[in-house]
């Protein structure tokens, strides 16, 4: 089955700085990569997604990349601000099911 | 748009009873619903994949007949633990999609603690 590695699992910055979370996936055929932000006790919310026959995608201070022959996927916040904190998971859709990476706990100092 | 609404979001129950969660999605039709069940500081784990009128699929491991599920309209779903044990409680949050290659929207999710 598909698996996906995120890294880091923590991440600290100050605000005003950029984070950058990575993710690895397995299978192949994986064609739907959605990174979601979740809020402690709250539901995953959808922050931005990407298909595999695009390479990026950008939503103001939020970008993702895909390298599909590398088949690994990256989450880009830019001008962090603390409302950024949260964790943050990237998923693969591989057949039915979405896949979850593990988590990176985000933490934005002012 | 795109919302799926949980109930209850939590409960407590004690353990050797049942108990339902509802899910549903207010404004769209999902033709497929996924439960997924999140212990603290972990990932959401897949338990199953349930499409209206049909039985749900579910994940290596998830005992069916512990957890079951009933997708009886396109815009709900049923999840019941059944005999419910302490090692049940946890954050059990659905989502819903209108086809399998699609975004899903989640639940709020129901926090489930067994006493």
């Known amino acids: 089955g598909e698996n996906v590695e995120q890294h880091p699992s923590t991440l600290s910055v100050q605000e005003g700085d950029s984070a950058v979370i990575k993710c690895t996936y397995s299978?192949?055929?994986?064609?739907?990569f959605p990174w979601y932000k979740q809020e402690l006790g709250k539901r995953p919310q959808l922050i931005i997604d990407i298909r595999s026959n695009v390479g990026e995608k950008k939503d103001q201070r939020i970008a993702v990349t895909l390298n599909k022959t590398a088949k690994h996927f990256s989450l880009h916040i830019t001008e962090t601000q603390p409302e950024d904190s949260a964790v943050y998971f990237c998923?693969?859709?591989?057949?039915?099911?979405?896949?979850f990476g593990k988590g990176t706990s985000l933490l934005v100092t002012p | 748009g795109a919302v799926v609404s949980q109930h209850p979001s939590w409960v407590i129950c004690k353990s050797g009873t049942s108990v339902k969660i509802e899910c549903r999605s207010l404004?769209?039709?999902?033709?497929?619903m996924f439960w997924y069940r999140q212990f603290p500081k972990q990932s959401l784990m897949l338990m199953a994949t349930s499409n209206e009128g049909s039985k749900a699929t579910y994940e290596q491991g998830v005992e069916k007949d512990k957890f079951l599920i009933n997708h009886a309209s396109l815009t709900l779903s049923t999840l019941t633990v059944t005999s419910a044990h302490p090692e049940d409680s946890s954050f059990y949050i659905c989502?819903?999609?209108?086809?399998?290659?699609?975004?899903?929207?989640f639940g709020p999710g129901t926090r489930l603690t067994v006493l």
């Open positions: 299978d192949s055929a994986s064609n739907y």
């Open positions: 998923a693969a859709l591989s057949g039915y099911a979405l896949n």
């Open positions: 404004d769209f039709q999902a033709t497929t």
């Open positions: 989502s819903a999609g209108t086809g399998l290659a699609d975004t899903q929207y």
